[in-house]
């Protein structure tokens, strides 16, 4: 069974600095790509940022720029650096992963969220 479990949200000031990381654990045979979402209240859930297996990135708009993903290391671990906050980046944020293990096909799976609150 595939959990995700993510860390280091919580409440921020403007212009300040959070880290979000996410470790994969199971029986995890290929890693394709890793990521985050968010969805903000009385919102959709929205892109933050992927990057896959190979090194490639996708940033959302309103993260370039300011948020950095990172590749992730053995540990299936994926760190979301994020700067510059902005009381608009107020979201529930969600760890992705496209994976297979090795008793299921290739799938996609979510973590349970952390909140980060972007606040003076």
């Known amino acids: 069974q595939v959990q995700l479990v993510e860390s280091g949200g919580g409440l921020v000031q403007p212009g300040g600095s959070l880290r979000l990381s996410c470790a994969a654990s199971g029986s995890i045979i290929n890693l394709y790509a890793m990521g985050w979402y968010r969805q903000a209240p009385g919102k959709q859930r929205e892109l933050v940022a992927t990057i896959t297996s190979d090194g490639r990135t996708n940033y959302a708009d309103s993260a370039k720029g300011r948020f950095t993903i990172s590749r992730y290391n053995r540990g299936n671990t994926v760190p979301l650096q994020m700067n510059s906050l902005k009381p608009e980046d107020t979201a529930v944020y969600y760890c992705?992963?496209?994976?297979?293990?090795?008793?299921?096909?290739?799938?996609?799976?979510w973590g349970q969220g952390t909140q980060v609150t972007v606040s003076s």
């Open positions: 992705y992963a496209d994976l297979r293990t090795r008793i299921g096909p290739r799938d996609e799976y």
